[in-house]
């Protein structure tokens, strides 16, 4: 019997979904992550999810679940870190293909819950799974409703776990710890991030490189490439409440479920209403796709990348990677070479 993880909004969270696996559940086996391909444009060239008929090579799993393998590869003009994460993390990644609607999306998860034998643990990192809808920095709060409202519709038993409340910078620690009272809270241990480290090494992911930090001790400020992050006792916990509370918070998956919309299109059209924010397209304001620069980290000297680093980060004692990554002009594929140039061997470069 196993537990089906659902990383809440793709991109990077299954790395952080590893670390929460690690955490919650002592199991033999390598844990199931069910995952959205949801990538940002800068890796992507296809916005929204991707779904099946965006990939060659994927295999089958439980409840006939496609799942990526190192061979599964995109189909271009589509991009997705999902097949080399395959390769670098010990788990068995699933694809969640939400084009054919919320029901059809909550259908495939109950499948795999079922099949796996276990209950569904929905992880969020950075906690905006949680939000109202009118926080100022919210920017991509469609993918976490609708897990949310699809789980909710399986019928199976569902924790929903919060990481690293506030690390996402789209709604503050102190907002998200009232909307959690009570709520019991486990601290990962070092060994628990570690799992995630071949795959940090390399992956753009902010929010879980953050956690998986703060985790292994990293205190402070950290400028990441659109928000400061300050990393507290409280930045290196993982939350869980029951799945009806978390529906409470989120009014955008409370619409998804009295309107069952039909398809993709018109879910994110819901959340549009909702928001502001059109759910397939979130990010593309924030992060604009970057073409790599010519030279790469060959040309850059380390004492002069340090310090154009420390006055871009203007008194943040931590960077993430993807940000000195772009300050520096480089593109995000160039994130070992810039941690073997800088000499940095944990989740995020210290400039103090």
């Known amino acids: 019997m196993s537990d089906l993880y659902v990383a809440a909004g793709g991109g990077g969270d299954p790395l952080g979904t590893l670390i929460a696996a690690r955490t919650v559940t002592v199991a033999p086996d390598p844990p199931l992550i069910a995952t959205y391909a949801w990538e940002r444009p800068e890796i992507s060239d296809t916005p929204g999810p991707l779904g099946e ?7 089958r799993s439980v409840g006939g679940a496609p799942a990526f393998t190192p061979g599964t590869r995109a189909r271009r003009p589509a991009g997705s870190t999902l097949p080399r994460l395959a390769a670098d993390l010990p788990a068995r990644l699933l694809l969640l293909d939400p084009a054919r609607g919320l029901s059809a999306l909550a259908g495939r998860i109950g499948a795999m819950a079922e099949a796996a034998g276990g209950r569904i643990r929905i992880v969020d990192i950075g906690g905006d799974i949680l939000t109202h809808g009118d926080e100022p920095g919210l920017c991509s709060p469609f993918g976490d409703a609708l897990t949310l409202a699809a789980c909710h519709l399986t019928g199976i038993p569902t924790t929903v776990h919060v990481a690293g409340p506030g690390l996402d910078g789209e709604i503050d620690e102190r907002t998200l710890l009232a909307r959690m009272p009570g709520c019991h809270a486990l601290t990962p241990g070092p060994a628990a991030a570690s799992a995630a480290a071949r795959a940090l090494a390399w992956h753009p992911s902010e929010a879980s490189a ?8 990293a205190r402070g400020t950290v400028r990441a490439v659109n928000h400061t992050a300050e990393l507290t006792g409280v930045s290196a916990k993982l939350y869980h409440l029951p799945l009806d509370e978390a529906v409470a918070h989120n009014p955008v998956a409370r619409a998804l479920l009295a309107e069952r919309p039909g398809t993709l299109e018109e879910a994110a059209d819901l959340s549009h209403r909702l928001t502001g924010i059109h759910g397939l397209a979130p990010e593309d304001a924030r992060t604009p796709r970057q073409d790599p ?54 989740p995020l470069l210290r400039l103090t």
Do not use: M, N, Q, S
């Open 210 to 217: 953050l956690w998986a930090a703060a985790v292994h001790g």
């Open 293 to 346: 620069p010519a030279g790469g980290t060959a040309l850059l000297d380390r004492a002069v990348a340090v310090k154009a680093l420390r006055e871009a980060a203007a008194g943040a004692e931590h960077v993430t990677f993807r940000y000195a990554a772009r300050a520096l002009g480089l593109a995000w594929t160039d994130i070992p070479a810039l941690r073997e140039l800088l000499g940095g061997d944990t």
């Open 53 to 59: 008929r965006h990939f060659t090579g994927l295999a």
